[in-house]
Nanobody, 127 residues
Framework: QVQLVESGGGLVQAGGSLRLACVAS????????MGWFRRAPGKEREFVAA????????SYADSVKGRFTISRDNAKNTVYLQMNVLNPEDAAVYYC????????????????????WGQGTQVTVSS
């Protein structure tokens, strides 16, 4: 059974940084793309960033480009989201997700392309 466990959320001042981590277990981590999504209060869950199974490709939402960086360490079965220059609009519950397809060509950005999700980690940004 696949499990995804996020960590690293918390309270940070505007302009600050946080690094989220997601540890995966249950199937061969290195074979699957990974993604980060977020849900702010009163809003739909939205795409943030994703990385291909090979790490060769990444994709970012326009709202986080240049501030967030996704990476992965296949030896640790872990995907990271480095978040810099945080602003109150970034406050949300952040979820990691694992691609439903092994060795996908490209980077999945749609929620429907992921079949396993973590429980989320809260990020709060004070102004």
């Amino acid at each position: 059974q696949v499990q995804l466990v996020e960590s690293g959320g918390g309270l940070v001042q505007a302009g600050g940084s946080l690094r989220l981590a997601c540890v995966a277990s249950g199937r061969t981590f290195s074979s699957y793309a990974m993604g980060w999504f977020r849900r702010a209060p009163g809003k739909e869950r939205e795409f943030v960033a994703a990385i291909s199974w090979s790490s060769a490709s990444t994709s970012y939402a326009d709202s986080v480009k240049g501030r967030f960086t996704i990476s992965r360490d296949n030896a640790k079965n872990t995907v990271y989201l480095q978040m810099n220059v945080l602003n109150p609009e970034d406050a949300a519950v952040y979820y990691c997700a694992q691609d439903s397809r092994r060795y996908r060509n490209g980077v999945p950005t749609l929620q429907s392309e992921y079949d396993y999700w973590g429980q989320g980690t809260q990020v709060t940004v004070s102004s």
